[in-house]
């Protein structure tokens, strides 16, 4: 399952499976965010011949909490969340 601070529809989901007969496994989460790889190619400075390959990948998502527009989601609420919570991750490749 997907962590449940980035599951969008998840209030849904969950009015929807209390009723009798509706499984939790017709829903998937959605999840905002975004996903991007780049390649880069170039020739290796001190080595003739040679060339350094590099793949980099950034991945984030959007926490579904405290969401809204700058001026309606701002700062931490008094349990410590921050307005409009993004989570980033990046993956680097490095070939010679």
């Known amino acids: 399952g997907s962590e449940r601070s980035f599951v969008w529809n998840r209030r849904l989901a969950e ?3 209390r ?3 509706v499984s939790s496994r017709w829903f998937l989460p959605v999840i905002q ?3 991007q790889a ?3 190619r170039h020739r290796h400075p001190d080595a ?3 060339e350094v390959q590099v ?4 991945i984030s998502r959007r926490g579904s909490g405290r969401a809204g527009t700058r001026y309606n989601a ?3 609420d008094d349990n410590g969340d921050v307005g409009n919570l993004i989570e980033t991750e990046q993956l680097a490749n490095i070939r010679l």
């Open 15 to 17: 009015q929807l499976t």
């Open 19 to 21: 009723q009798q007969g």
């Open 33 to 35: 965010g975004h996903v």
């Open 38 to 40: 780049e390649f880069c």
């Open 48 to 50: 003739h011949g040679w």
């Open 55 to 58: 793949a980099l990948l950034l």
């Open 74 to 76: 701002r700062g931490l």
